[in-house]
């Protein structure tokens, strides 16, 4: 007889609107899937995706990081007492604004996950969309990592890359990205959920079922690049 999936316990931390924390529970919702949210913890009471993770009936915790002021030990010790009163094993930050302490990644490390909008390692820290459009790069994107102390460090599990167009706004590319976001999250976490990511130094090597092949923006076939043409 087959036995059933033991789902690993998995805490999404939010800051605010959620769509990624929502990608997670709508992937989630498939009892196949390795990974159960069994908590959605927020470091502000007014994040609209606690609204969206009620509503699908996900426990949820606030734990004000306003409140703790500059005692940021004090906070995270908050936060894992709720992470550890939900028996969680895994922690997915979505869209957390918060820099975490080395305390609190090195207790939770390789179960420790992130989501960041663009290519780690470039364009780490905030505005990446913006920072991206400025430095003229054809190709941005997203990345799913493992966390580790610096700012968006940490061993990449998955990164998907986006076109940068020609007239692209920071939010026409920001709604691309994000769309990667949320096939690229549920993807990652569930092979960290299934005990399929192996680390090898710096790098994570992913058993099975990898997306194979390369993306490249422009085409290779795209006119702009063949050697026959008048060239730059
Ligand atoms: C997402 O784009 C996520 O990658 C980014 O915040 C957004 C949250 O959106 N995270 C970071 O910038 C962390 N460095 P969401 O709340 O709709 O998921």
Not at 100 to 126: K, Y
Not at 137 to 148: A, I, P, S
Not at 177 to 204: F, K, M
Request: net charge neutral; glycine share 8%; proline share 6%.
């Amino acid at each position: 007889m087959p036995q059933p999936l033991r789902r690993v316990r998995t805490a999404v931390l939010i800051s605010g609107r959620g769509s990624n924390m929502a990608a997670l529970l709508e992937a989630a919702a498939d009892p196949a899937y390795p990974a159960e949210i069994a908590l959605v913890l927020s470091n502000r009471e007014d994040a609209a995706g606690l609204e969206r993770a009620r509503a699908a009936g996900v426990p949820t915790a606030v734990v004000e990081s306003r409140v703790f002021r500059r005692d940021r030990d004090a906070f995270e010790r908050a936060m894992e007492a709720e992470l550890h009163g939900h028996g969680i094993e895994l922690v997915a930050l979505a869209g957390f604004m918060r820099v975490l302490t080395e305390g609190f990644v090195t207790r939770w490390q390789d179960r420790l996950v992130n989501i960041h909008p663009s290519l780690l390692p470039a364009f780490p820290g905030l505005d990446t969309h913006a920072r991206a459009l400025a430095a003229g790069v054809k190709l941005h994107g997203c990345t799913v990592h493992l966390v580790r102390p610096g700012v968006d460090d940490g061993p990449i599990l998955a990164q998907a890359a986006v076109p940068v167009l020609d007239g692209d706004t920071e939010s026409e590319l920001a709604a691309r990205v994000l769309a990667q976001e949320h096939r690229l999250y549920p993807a990652a976490l569930a092979w960290l959920a299934s005990g399929r990511v192996r680390l090898e130094g710096a790098a994570t090597r992913i058993a099975a079922d990898q997306a194979a092949g390369a993306l490249a923006n422009p085409l290779p076939g795209h006119a702009a690049l063949r050697t026959s043409g008048a060239g730059l």
